[in-house]
């Protein structure tokens, strides 16, 4: 599935870290939105609110990984574990961190 057929914007739904679940609830990530746009940027919104600092992303080997590269040039890999119509599902490459992600 191409990741923008699924997935403009996403609401974080679930955190996991170390195999149990974190609370959105009073995390701050409760009315977070991350947007992968075509020309390859990450824009990340927090209650409406549009993060100046943007990242931009690639696909990583047979476009199992994504990795976001900050202003910096300092770069993030994740995992994608599942990318159905209405679920994108990713896990830090140490296993420690898993964000399940859902259209908005």
Known sequence: ??????????KIEKMIYNGSE???????????????TKDNKVIYTDNGTVDPNQD??????????IITKDASGVADTVKITRLK??????????GKSEYHLAKK
């Open 1 to 10: 599935m191409d990741i923008f057929q699924a997935f403009n914007f996403v």
């Open 22 to 36: 974190v609370s959105l609830s009073g995390s701050g990530m409760e009315n977070y939105t991350i947007e992968y």
């Open 56 to 65: 931009t992303w690639d696909f990583g080997d047979k476009k199992e990984t």
């Open 85 to 94: 119509s209405k679920e994108f599902w990713v896990k830090s490459m140490d």
